[in-house]
């Protein structure tokens, strides 16, 4: 795996799908955070891997509920 040196993005320079979960994701908005992972999307959180939007759904149901997240890319 490559390390990439963290760096800043201006938020109006990131993707749409990005501002509408991350915006989602603030309003506690499960429903609309949910629609921005494809059918095959995977998402790695607390060790625990989910595959496809549908297992995505509840752990995104629970970090909207109360937590602060970082973003990671590869």
């Known amino acids: 795996m490559s390390i990439h040196p963290p760096h800043t993005i201006a938020p109006s320079d990131l993707p749409q799908t990005i501002t509408r979960y ?8 499960t429903a609309t955070a949910v629609t921005a ?33 970082r973003i990671r890319s590869r």
Not at 22 to 29: S, T
């Open 37 to 69: 992972f494809t059918g095959d999307a995977t998402v790695t959180d607390d060790g625990n891997t989910y595959q496809g939007a549908t297992a995505i759904e509840p752990g995104s149901a629970w970090a909207c509920s109360f937590r602060p997240f």
């Open 22 to 29: 991350l915006r989602a994701h603030r309003d506690r908005d």
